[in-house]
């Protein structure tokens, strides 16, 4: 009975299945129709795209072969002549270029070619517009020449077009073929700066890799792998680790290959004498600590000469772009007024030599300031915690043969797809989530964020009341009173915010550096007790004594929850994302996995730290008294344009509105005397010249010009609320 009762119920099951299926083909067919339709759509789009990117290979493939002409005309002819490319040859090698002298003149002489093609068109352009459109001056169409010559007065224009058309193909093929010819001389000069600039740090990895008992071999690995802490010199060291590796050099005749092509003289100098301590048996660890505080000294050399120029060019631009124009624009406008000049010289001055001038001398201060390195790279840690959106494994995406058609695509596969789609959505309201509770965190990361709000807004604040009198702003002059105090508001809604995030980006960067010396201190002191790494790590984050205290109670949780102490590590020098931290925490992880023994090397980098921290406060401190005097020379001219307003132009207007009044012939004096024109035109002298000081002071005192932002805001509003208030 129960079988029979069993076996009656699956017929019943499969009775109701078949029905089912029975009913439910409309609904199959429409669901099938629809997928049918978005693979059709995919193909459609696929077969496009695969059509595009084969006319770009087949476009790349044709430049390609017409780069290479120069090269099978002239290249036999340029390898006979090697010993006149040595130098460039050398400097390709010494600026990292991967090509060889051959090819690179190669392709400077297309590249050239085609510029001067370029030119011939637009010499063709400028001599129609010349000749047809505009017409030739009459000093040109009423040329005469001896009657032997006179035949050649029909032809002027045609002398003319070729003269203009060679002018503009020669100029801009001669010019871009000199280029060609300075650039790796200028790529070189770079590298040599950078190379310079972080040999010390360099050396000091090497001093605390070797003292923990890593041979020199392994050291040269663990530097050429750090290419993101040590930039160029780990390119030079990679190279040394190249030659050994895939060309089969010893260490010797490696070390010998790249003092040879280096750009840095004191790169050399430091192989030159690895070579001699190595073939004397000497002891490497003692030469890379001598050679460490060698070049930190040389570095503080360095930067006294530089401080010291920063000061000429202080005292340089004071006088050149502060009081000189101040006495020109005085004098101009005296003569103005006096009927014996125009005020085409002040406008000069104030309009194009004050910003253009201002200009020049903050780009001189950042082509001579030794070359910032920004935010360094991520580190790599050996467990991999990643928080933020995943993409689509590459085996689950969608794929399309020749045709646009979907291939390999099966019920599984769109199964998990669709798990990955759902996955990445909700990551995607999870961090919309986290911007709407906290909406600063990008500007406070990255302050330049703040200008996709401000740009707009400074605009709508600009062209809409604009727009609003469009009809009553017909005269240039009642458009320019419009349009200034809503142009400074403007200024200020870019510039506020953009001055505040990074100032308080910068305090907290400078804050946590501060910390790092103390906080590698304390942990060489115990670790020098017998402490291990972690339980001086835990031991400190119990204390809350600085800003940095809590970063390392960050250290420690990662530490307790089964990280690594040097993913630990690592994970905090990946959020603070500054240069001194990244590189002693580094040089800590390297040393760590090599010994458990890093006292020293804790002391080292320390030291390192410390060394960067006392050069950058002794730069502010040296600075500091120009920024003060940038800021009193704005003010002196803040001050005196002030006086000749409310003095010395009042009583020179009242008196020319007597001599109207009693019907005085004044001729050139005082005959079209406007006292509000010449108040504006000295209120966008303040205002100017209250922006451009302020650059200027920020790119002295800390080497970037977002710094000086914080400084123009304050002068632009003392010239701004002087000329507003009290004229």
Do not use: C
């Not at 690179?104 to 093609?117: E, P, V």
């Not at 160029?232 to 005749?253: A, C, N, P, Q, W």
């Not at 005085?330 to 001038?357: C, E, F, K, Q, R």
């Not at 909406?439 to 605009?459: D, H, R, S, W």
């Amino acid at each position: 009975m129960t079988e029979t009762k069993e076996t009656s119920d699956e017929l019943i099951k499969t009775d109701q299945a078949d029905t089912i299926s029975d009913e439910s083909p409309s609904l199959q067919e429409k669901t099938n129709e629809g997928t049918s339709r978005d693979s059709k759509k995919k193909s459609r789009r696929a077969k496009k795209k695969f059509d595009t990117n084969n006319y770009t290979k087949k476009v790349s493939l044709y430049f390609n072969i017409l780069k290479k002409i120069p090269y099978v005309l002239v290249g036999d002819k340029i390898k006979a002549r090697k010993e006149n490319y040595e130098n460039l040859q050398k400097q390709l090698n010494q600026a990292r270029i991967p090509i060889s002298h051959e090819m690179y003149i190669s392709n400077a002489i297309f590249y050239s070619i085609a510029a001067g093609i370029v030119g011939a068109i637009i010499g063709l352009f400028l001599t129609y517009t010349t000749i047809v459109l505009v017409g030739l001056p009459e000093k040109i169409t009423n040329i005469t020449f001896s009657p032997r010559f006179a035949v050649l007065l029909e032809f002027k224009e045609i002398f003319l077009a070729f003269f203009i058309t060679s002018v503009f193909m020669i100029g801009m093929g001669g010019i871009v073929y000199a280029l060609f010819m300075l650039f790796p001389g200028l790529q070189a000069s770079e590298r040599k700066a950078k190379i310079d600039m972080q040999l010390p740090y360099a050396v000091t990895f090497m001093y605390a890799l070797s003292k923990s008992g890593m041979n020199i071999i392994d050291v040269f690995r663990a530097l050429a792998n750090s290419h993101d802490t040590y930039g160029e010199v780990s390119k030079e060291v990679d190279s040394i680790v190249r030659d050994m590796d895939y060309f089969g050099h010893d260490l010797r005749t490696a070390l010998s290959n790249a003092s040879e092509i280096t750009p840095s003289d004191r790169f050399q100098d430091l192989i030159y004498n690895l070579l001699t301590v190595i073939d004397s048996g000497g002891n490497i660890p003692n030469y890379f600590r001598d050679k460490s505080e060698q070049y930190l000294v040389r570095a503080e050399v360095d930067q006294k000469g530089f401080l010291e120029t920063l000061g000429l060019l202080a005292e340089s631009y004071v006088t050149a772009f502060v009081a000189g124009p101040l006495f020109i624009i005085i004098m101009g406008v005296m003569m103005a007024v006096m009927g014996s000049g125009t005020t085409t010289m002040v406008y000069a001055i104030i309009y194009a030599v004050l910003p253009v001038g201002s200009l020049m001398f903050v780009v001189m201060i950042s082509i001579i300031t030794p070359t910032e390195l920004g935010e360094p790279k991520l580190l790599p840690t050996n467990q991999t915690l990643d928080h933020g959106i995943p993409v689509i494994p590459k085996d689950l995406e969608q794929r399309f043969d020749e045709n646009g058609e979907l291939a390999d695509e099966t019920e599984e596969k769109v199964r998990e797809r669709g798990y990955f789609e759902g996955f990445i959505k909700s990551k995607k309201s999870l961090a919309l989530r986290n911007i709407v509770k906290n909406p600063l965190a990008p500007m406070f990361k990255n302050p330049l964020t703040t200008l996709v709000l401000t740009i707009p807004v400074a605009l709508l604040v600009t062209l809409v009341p604009m727009l609003m009198n469009i009809n009553s702003l017909r005269n240039p002059m009642l458009l320019v009173d419009f349009l200034d105090d809503k142009l400074v508001f403007a200024l200020f809604i870019i510039i506020v915010p953009l001055s505040i995030f990074h100032e308080i980006k910068a305090r907290r960067k400078r804050k946590l550096e501060n910390s790092v010396p103390d906080f590698l201190k304390k942990l060489a002191s115990t670790n020098e007790t017998g402490m291990t790494l972690r339980d001086s790590i835990r031991l400190m984050a119990k204390s809350n004594t600085d800003s940095l205290s809590r970063e390392i109670r960050k250290i420690w949780h990662d530490i307790f929850w089964g990280l690594e102490i040097n993913d630990g590590l690592i994970r905090f020098a990946n959020r603070l994302r500054t240069q001194v931290v990244t590189r002693s925490l580094s040089l800590i992880t390297k040393a760590n996995e090599s010994s458990g023994d890093i006292g020293e090397v804790l002391m080292v980098a320390a030291r390192d730290a410390a060394s960067e921290q006392g050069m950058k406060r002794e730069r502010n401190m040296s600075m500091m008294i120009y920024i003060v005097i940038i800021y009193i020379s704005f003010l002196v001219f803040v001050g005196v344009i002030y006086v000749i307003s409310t003095t010395f132009l009042s009583e020179m207007a009242a008196a020319g509105e007597q001599m109207a009044a009693s019907g005085s012939q004044t001729g050139g004096f005082l005959g079209s005397f406007d006292l509000d024109a010449y108040t504006r035109l000295f209120k966008h002298a303040s205002i100017i010249q209250g922006l451009s000081s302020g650059l200027m002071a920020g790119a002295m005192g800390e080497g970037s010009v977002m710094a000086g932002l914080k400084h123009s805001t304050i002068m632009v509003a003392i010239g701004y609320t002087i000329f507003t208030l009290f004229i």
